[in-house]
C-alpha cells in the first residue's frame, strides 16, 4: 500500500486539479434572492462602504447579491430576523461551498481551517498566565480564529465576534473564514494573492515571514515588479500569467506547471519549523477531506486505517503524502524560474539550517528541560520561572526566525536575527539559568546532553585565540 500511494501522481495527491478559483458549476438560477436587492437599497444609505465594496466586487458582476451568501434557515444556530428577513450575520465556508465547492473541500482539514487546534495546548498557560482572558478575542483569535458563541438572546457574543480568523469555528459547525483572505464583501482575488494578506498574521515572534520575505530577494522582486504581477487575473499560474516575482500564495497555494493550485496552504511543507524540535512530517487526509500530520519517525497508517484527528474524532486515512512527496511539490514551484540543480541545493541548505539547530541546540534543550521536570527542580506551573521563558523564546521566537530565513532566503534572518541569536542566548542565558536550577548537578547534567552533541566542542578548548574579543593578537592581513 505505501508503494502506491509513493506513486500517486503530485497533481493528484496534493491538488484537487482545479485552476485558481475553480469555475462554479451550480446553475445561476441558485443565487440572485430578489430579496437581496432590499438589502442593498437600505445598506446603500446606513453602510455605504460595504456596499461600495460589493458594487464593485466579482459577486456583484455575477449577480450574487446579500441573501445569497447571509440566507439562513430558521433552525441555524445563528439564524436571526432582520428587516422580515431570516439570516445570519456569520458567513462561513459551508455558505461560500454552495458555489465554490473546490476550494471549500480543499481548504477543509488544511493547518489553516485547523489553527484554533494547532495551538489549543499553547493557549491556556500563554493566555491566562502570562496574559488574561482579553487578550485571546483581542490577539490570538484574531488571527488563529475563535470558537464563535451565542448569547441566550441570540446574539453574538462579544468576547467571540467580530472575528475573521483563519480557523474560526462557526456556528454551523464549519471551521475557517473565507474572508480571512480576501475581504468580506469585495472577496478580491487579487487581496488574497497579495503578501499583505498573509502578513496581517505572518509577522513577529512565532511566525516572522513578513520581514523574511521583504528581506528577501523574492520580497525585492515583489517590490520592484508589482505592477507586472498580473494579481487581479482570471488564472495565476506560475511562469504564465506572471514571472516577475514569487509571493506567498506563489509558493503555497498557486499553480505551476503540471501542479495544480490548492487551497490547503500547508500541503507543500516538508517540516514543521514552530515547534522546539523541527521533524519532517507525513500529511494524512481522511475519507471526509479532514487532514492531519504525523512526523517522520511514526510510521503512516495504511490506506482504510482508522486514527484520531486533530478535533479528537475518528477518521478513515484515504491517502498519505510523505514529507518527500510534499517537497518535491515545492520544488516544482522553485522550478518554474530556477534550475533543478539550483532548486535542489538551495533545499538542502534549508535542511542543513533546519538539522543545525535541532542537533545543536533544540533536542540538547528539550532533554535538560524535562529532566529538571522530572527531577522536580522546576514546578509544573507554566511560566512561574524565568528559565522557562529563554527556553519558549529559544525556539519560539529565535529558533523560528532562523529556520524560517532559512526557508525563504533571507541571509540576515537566517543568521543574524535568527541563528545567532539562538547561540547567543542558548550560551549567555539558558545554559547558566540551568545551573542556577540544577545546583550541584548541573554540570553532569549539561554534559549529558552536550558532549554528545554536535558543534559544543569549543567550549573545551578555552585557549583560542579570539581577537575580535580583544583576546590574543590579530592576524596580518584584513582582521
Known amino acids: 500500500m505505501r508503494s502506491l500511494i509513493r506513486f500517486l501522481p503530485i497533481a493528484l495527491l496534493l491538488g484537487a486539479g482545479s485552476a485558481w478559483g475553480a469555475k462554479v458549476t451550480l446553475s445561476p438560477d441558485n443565487w440572485g ?10 445598506h446603500a444609505k446606513s453602510s455605504a462602504g460595504i456596499t461600495k465594496q460589493w458594487k464593485d466586487s466579482a459577486h456583484a458582476e455575477a449577480g450574487v447579491n446579500c441573501m445569497d451568501c447571509h440566507r439562513a434557515q430558521a433552525d441555524d444556530p445563528d ?36 489553527a484554533v487546534s494547532v495551538i489549543a495546548e499553547r493557549m491556556p498557560a ?16 484574531q488571527c488563529h480564529g475563535s470558537t464563535v458563541k451565542l448569547k441566550a438572546d441570540g446574539e453574538l457574543d462579544a468576547s467571540t465576534w467580530p472575528n475573521s480568523g483563519i480557523g474560526r469555528i462557526n456556528p454551523d459547525g464549519s471551521r475557517g473564514s473565507c474572508s480571512s483572505c480576501h475581504g468580506r464583501h469585495r472577496f478580491s482575488k487579487a487581496q488574497a494573492r497579495a503578501p499583505a494578506a498573509c502578513v ?43 514571472d516577475a516575482a514569487p509571493t506567498c500564495a506563489t509558493c503555497h497555494m498557486g499553480a505551476a506547471g503540471k501542479l495544480p493550485a490548492t487551497h490547503d496552504v ?7 519549523l514552530n515547534t522546539p524540535v523541527s521533524e519532517r512530517q507525513h500529511l494524512i487526509v481522511f475519507g471526509d477531506g479532514g487532514k492531519r500530520e504525523l512526523p517522520e519517525s511514526i510510521k503512516a497508517p495504511g490506506r482504510g486505517s482508522k486514527m484520531p484527528k486533530l478535533d479528537g474524532s475518528e477518521g478513515e486515512v ?41 542537533d545543536k541546540f533544540g533536542k540538547p534543550a528539550q532533554a535538560i528541560m524535562r529532566e529538571l521536570y522530572s527531577q522536580k527542580k522546576l514546578t509544573a506551573t507554566p ?24 526557508a525563504m532566503a533571507s541571509p540576515n534572518h537566517a543568521w543574524w536575527e535568527g541563528m545567532y541569536v539562538v547561540g547567543r542566548n542558548f550560551y549567555a542565558r539558558f545554559l547558566p539559568q540551568v545551573r542556577e536550577v540544577a545546583g550541584e548537578s548541573a554540570d553532569e547534567l549539561i554534559a549529558r546532553h552536550l558532549d554528545d552533541a554536535t558543534g559544543h566542542e569549543w567550549l573545551k578548548a578555552p585557549n583560542q585565540r579570539s581577537p575580535i574579543l580583544g583576546v590574543g593578537n590579530a592576524q596580518v592581513g584584513n582582521e
Not at 434572492?33 to 437600505?42: F, M
Not at 439564524?79 to 465547492?101: L, Y
Not at 500563554?126 to 483569535?141: F, H, K, S
Open 126 to 141: 500563554m493566555v491566562n498566565n502570562v496574559a488574561g482572558a482579553a487578550i485571546e478575542a483581542a490577539g490570538c483569535a
Open 33 to 42: 434572492d430578489p430579496a437581496g436587492e432590499e438589502c442593498v437599497s437600505c
Open 200 to 242: 496581517r498574521c505572518h509577522s513577529g515572534p512565532d511566525s516572522p515571514d513578513k520581514e523574511v520575505f521583504e528581506a528577501s530577494k523574492h520580497g525585492m522582486a515583489f517590490v520592484a515588479g508589482r505592477d507586472d504581477m498580473n494579481l487581479d487575473s482570471e488564472h495565476w499560474i506560475a511562469g504564465k500569467d506572471y
Open 79 to 114: 439564524a436571526i430576523t432582520h428587516e422580515g428577513a431570516t439570516i445570519a450575520t456569520v458567513v462561513s465556508p459551508k455558505d461560500c461551498g454552495r458555489c465554490h465547492t473546490v476550494e471549500e473541500e480543499e481548504q477543509r482539514g488544511s493547518v489553516h481551517a485547523e
Open 266 to 272: 500547508g500541503m507543500r511543507n516538508a517540516w514543521n
Open 383 to 406: 511560566f512561574d520561572e524565568p528559565i522557562e521563558f529563554t527556553y519558549w523564546e529559544l525556539w519560539h521566537d529565535e529558533g523560528a526566525r532562523a529556520r524560517h530565513g532559512a
Open 318 to 358: 484515504k491517502m498519505v503524502a510523505t514529507p518527500q512527496r510534499r517537497r518535491q511539490a515545492m520544488t516544482l514551484v522553485c522550478r518554474e524560474c530556477h534550475g533543478k540543480n539550483f532548486a535542489e541545493a538551495f533545499m538542502q541548505q534549508f535542511d542543513d539550517v533546519v538539522e543545525l539547530y535541532n
